[in-house]
């Protein structure tokens, strides 16, 4: 079935397919169980409009519902990952606005990011060149990161006298590469190359840029073929444990351990090692 709005298709108990989705502002395919998210203005090295912001947020939040998703990579076109937000159909309209409008941007900005962790698919993403901007924030919000050696990540929001707190990088970039480095890239909004950023810990690892969609949508089909709600638990508890303290977060492991351990996965991969045989999840 087709969808003219680009709406998925509704299940009953509002669980959704998103194999049919039709793309307005970005490009969307699936491959089995993966979905392939690509920013397409390649031209303009793949920047963000306020449309592509939108639909992004509304097709992350479509995600928590999507049965036939397992996994999704995000990528750009051309040798770029994403330039940030475009400085004409952005920029400039931004200086036009007055507080409320401009409060109304930034809380959808940032809604783009609760939707890509709120989702339970691991989130890949293929970083190639340019990574700039609110770009590096759909990098950073992504759960994993594959990059290449000429990838150019800057978070260079200080560079046109904003601060480096945008879109949630304050908490998440020290998180993941420590304060000290996370307060420099902010606050100069200098380049991090590809070889930098693996060696901090930005990128998982560095791929050839021939190779990168590939081997981002290999491991994305590794994922999709594990036990994807264990996946999606993990994601979750990711995330909730930031506020926690060690002793809350341990007993919401093990509650939310209990509750895979309900699965029939969990069941399945019991009966494949006393049978010797590689388990075949299924996600339930």
Known sequence: MKHLSGKPHTLPGNR???????????????????????LNRPERKNPLTF????????????????DDV???????EGGNFCSGGDVHDIIGPLTQLDMPGLLAFTRMTGDVIKAMRACPQPVIAAIDGICAGAGALLALGSDLRLGTARSKTAFLFSRVGLAGCDM???AMLPRMIGQGRASEL????RVMGG???????????????????????????????????????????LQ???????????????????????????????????AKQKPVFEGD
Request: aromatic letters at 10%; proline letters at 2%; hydrophobic letters at 40%.
């Open 51 to 66: 449309d592509s912001y939108a639909e992004l947020r509304e097709l992350f939040r479509d995600l928590v519902y999507a």
């Open 168 to 170: 949630g990088a304050c």
């Open 186 to 189: 902010l606050m100069t909004g």
């Open 195 to 237: 070889e930098e950023g693996e060696r901090w810990g930005f990128f998982n690892r560095l791929c050839e840029p021939d190779a990168l969609q590939a081997e981002a949508t290999k491991l994305a089909h590794d994922l999709a073929t594990g036990p994807t709600f264990a996946h999606g638990m993990t994601k979750k508890m």
């Open 16 to 38: 959704q397919e998103l194999k049919s989705y039709q793309a307005r502002h970005i490009s969307y395919r699936m491959e089995g169980s993966v979905a392939q998210i690509t």
């Open 70 to 76: 397992k996994a999704v990579v995000l990528s750009g």
């Open 240 to 274: 909730q444990e930031w506020n926690m303290g060690v002793d809350e977060a341990i007993e919401a492991e093990a509650q939310a351990q209990a509750i895979c351990m309900a699965t029939n996965d969990f069941h399945r991969a019991y009966h494949a090692f006393v």
